[in-house]
């Protein structure tokens, strides 16, 4: 059975830096496309970040493009996310899954919390 497990948040200054991480269990991340999504108290989960199979292409939200860097390695079976110069907006919670067509079971995510 495949397992998400996100860590790397914490209680973080507007203008910090983190990197959150995604260790995947149970099956290879290899061949497939990964994302980091997040959802804010009260909003519904969306994605913020996304790369391709082989890590060639990545793609931002709006909100985050220049801030956000999503990256991957295979050999770990890990998929990363840096974020720098946080805003309180970026509260919320992360989570990474596949951006295939059927995610796996959702993790229970790693929480950011920025103050101002």
């Known amino acids: 059975q495949v397992q998400l497990v996100e860590s790397g948040g914490g209680l973080m200054q507007a203008g910090g830096s983190l990197r959150l991480s995604c260790a995947v269990s149970?099956?290879?991340?290899?061949?497939?496309?990964m994302g980091w999504f997040r959802q804010a108290p009260g909003k519904e989960r969306d994605v913020v970040a996304a790369i391709s199979w082989n890590g060639g292409t990545t793609s931002y939200a709006d909100s985050v493009k220049g801030r956000f860097t999503i990256s991957r390695d295979n050999a770990k079976n890990t998929v990363y996310l840096q974020i720098n110069s946080l805003k309180p907006e970026d509260t919320a919670v992360y989570y990474c899954?596949?951006?295939?067509?059927?995610?796996?079971?959702w993790g229970q995510g790693t929480q950011v919390t920025v103050s101002s």
């Open positions: 899954n596949s951006r295939e067509r059927i995610p796996f079971p």
């Open positions: 149970g099956r290879t991340i290899i061949g497939l496309a």
